[in-house]
């Protein structure tokens, strides 16, 4: 079941970046290539965040402390390459991206059946 709700984020993920890469691509390559970007650290963040919340569940929160840092590092990075490469369109772009796993994990499917099976949302 754990790999089938990580699967459904991922696809999500890519769903969202289908969705919005061609509405980013009318503002040029390097806002289409920063989003591109943003979203690979939004899908690796994605992973790491699935590890850390196995760590959690054996107990282990010092090393699940050590992976938010390397979530950090992750989004530093992808701003750091846009601020560099691309234009400030291109920076923005890549944080939108980034982003986008903030707004897949707060409006995935599952979530709102977790919640409504416990009684929320009524």
């Known amino acids: 079941m ?26 040029g390559w390097k806002a289409f290539a920063g989003f591109s970007i943003g979203m690979i650290g939004a899908e690796l963040s994605w992973f790491m ?15 699940a402390a050590f992976g938010a840092i390397k979530r950090y590092v992750v989004f530093s990075i ?23 796993l903030t707004l897949t994990l707060f409006t995935s499917s599952y979530l709102f059946n977790d919640l409504e099976s416990k009684g929320g949302f009524r």
């Open 49 to 63: 965040l699935n590890e850390d919340a196995v760590k959690i569940k054996n107990g282990k929160f010092r090393f």
């Open 2 to 27: 754990e790999r089938i709700k990580s699967l459904n984020f991922a696809f999500n993920l890519f769903l969202t970046y289908c969705f919005f890469s061609p509405i980013l691509s009318i503002w």
């Open 78 to 100: 992808a701003l750091l390459i846009a601020f560099s490469s691309f234009s400030i369109e291109g920076f923005f772009s890549t944080f939108i991206g980034l982003e986008m």
